[in-house]
T-cell receptor
Framework: GQNIDQPTEMTATEGAIVQINCTYQ??????LFWYQQHAGEAPTFLSYNVLDGLEEKGRFSSFLSRSKGYSYLLLKELQMKDSASYLC????????????FGAGTQVVVTP | EAQVTQNPRYLITVTGKKLTVTCSQNMNHEYMSWYRQDPGLGLRQIYYSMNVEVTDKGDVPEGYKVSRKEKRNFPLILESPSPNQTSLYFC????????????FGNGTRLTVT
């Protein structure tokens, strides 16, 4: 079957670090994306991994292990504006145009 | 400003009344796609288009039609809407150059009664 799993919700305090895990089983793998979506708004692109390892972009980092079908998004120095849903998405190889998204992880940042 | 524009933002309609949600992008992107977002299910792909006159089904195409007559436009058509199509819809576009992240429109909240 095809599945992308992420936790439903995570809570953390301002200034802390949160790690959002994503596991996937899809029809092939052609890259994994992370998006941020604030309530009532469109998703916006955060990061992309196609090879194993860590990609760092400022306060956000994303890690990929293709052999384990696993990725995580690390958010450091959390700010209140980071309260949002974080979506994990895989581009499939059965067709370049096909994307599969996880249900999203709601991150709540508390003061 | 580079953007994907969807219209309308909100739409309430009745079962069976044909409707079209428009999507237009000004970034000269080859790839465009439609998603619906439902609580607990995340974004599910309805249709996508790799270029003009080329469209393919995503994971949930039943009850929807699309067309891609021009590069910038990719309308979503519901010929006979039903209540189970009540959802939040997003259009997205991208280039075909690596890594090709998706640029999303602001969404259309559709209610079918």
């Amino acid at each position: 079957g095809q599945n992308i799993d992420q936790p439903t919700e995570m809570t953390a305090t301002e200034g802390a670090i949160v790690q959002i895990n994503c596991t996937y089983q899809t029809s092939g793998f052609n890259g994994l994306f992370w998006y941020q979506q604030h309530a009532g708004e469109a998703p916006t692109f955060l990061s992309y991994n196609v090879l194993d390892g860590l990609e760092e972009k400022g306060r956000f980092s994303s890690f990929l292990s293709r052999s384990k079908g696993y990725s995580y998004l690390l958010l450091k120095e959390l700010q209140m504006k980071d309260s949002a849903s974080y979506l994990c998405a895989v581009r499939r190889t059965d067709s370049w145009g096909k994307f599969q998204f996880g249900a999203g992880t709601q991150v709540v940042v508390t003061p | 400003e580079a953007q994907v524009t969807q219209n309308p933002r909100y739409l309430i309609t009745v079962t069976g009344k044909k409707l079209t949600v428009t999507c237009s992008q000004n970034m000269n992107h080859e790839y465009m796609s439609w998603y619906r977002q439902d609580p607990g299910l995340g974004l599910r792909q309805i249709y996508y288009s790799m270029n003009v006159e080329v469209t393919d089904k995503g994971d949930v195409p039943e009850g929807y039609k699309v067309s891609r007559k021009e590069k910038r436009n990719f309308p979503l058509i519901l010929e006979s809407p039903s209540p189970n199509q009540t959802s939040l819809y997003f259009c997205a576009s991208s280039t075909r150059d690596f890594p090709s992240p998706l640029h999303f429109g602001n969404g259309t909240r559709l209610t079918v009664t």
